[in-house]
């Protein structure tokens, strides 16, 4: 008889992760999650209390992942160029893993499971910004205003809404560029 790998919160997160890519968030049910861990609906709530707490850790790990990609994508970079590559990481995460993406919370600084993950990524923007001066309010509308712009954009175009043939990637490096424009107005 095969032994089967012991069950983490970890490995069912995962599980949850494969369906999401797979199916989106809509297919992210605890009975495909027991299906893919190989386990009975009820053994999961030995790692997760309902489907609403699993969302949660799904969503804080995509917040996790997107702030370490974010971090390797500034690191020795600065000004500009680490905005630059902040946006680009960014929006090429989201190409990457469209559906994951689409599971990422709204607003998880004010949600227990996913604060500190939220954080973690809120840092990872303001600490890009800092070289501008940008303290307290501005930093934070220069994040938001940063966020609206590769959000927008990324999630149109993972949704294929930009029908028409001219190049996305020179639609976005001049996103990009007005957005720099707009933080050296800043200095």
Request: aromatic fraction near 6%.
């Amino acid at each position: 008889m095969a032994v089967r790998p012991r069950l983490t919160t970890a490995k069912v997160v995962d599980a949850a992760l494969d369906l999401v890519d797979e199916h989106g968030i809509e297919g992210l049910t605890l009975a495909a999650v027991a299906a893919r861990t190989g386990v009975a609906t009820p053994s999961l709530y030995k790692h997760v209390a309902s489907l609403g707490e699993l969302r949660g850790h799904v969503g804080a790990r995509v917040l996790e992942e997107m702030a370490d990609r974010f971090t390797s994508a500034v690191l020795g970079f600065a000004g500009d160029e680490a905005v630059a590559a902040l946006m680009h990481a960014h929006r090429a995460y989201v190409k990457e893993h469209p559906k994951r993406y689409a599971a990422m919370p709204v607003d998880p600084l004010h949600d227990e499971l996913q604060a500190h993950a939220g954080r973690k990524l809120l840092e990872v923007m303001l600490s890009t910004l800092r070289g501008y001066g940008l303290e307290g309010s501005e930093a934070v509308h220069a994040t938001r205003r940063l966020r609206v712009i590769v959000h927008g954009f990324a999630s149109i175009e993972a949704s294929g809404g930009f029908g028409l043939p001219e190049g996305l990637d020179e639609t976005y490096d001049q996103l990009v560029r007005m957005y720099l424009d707009d933080l050296g107005r800043t200095r």
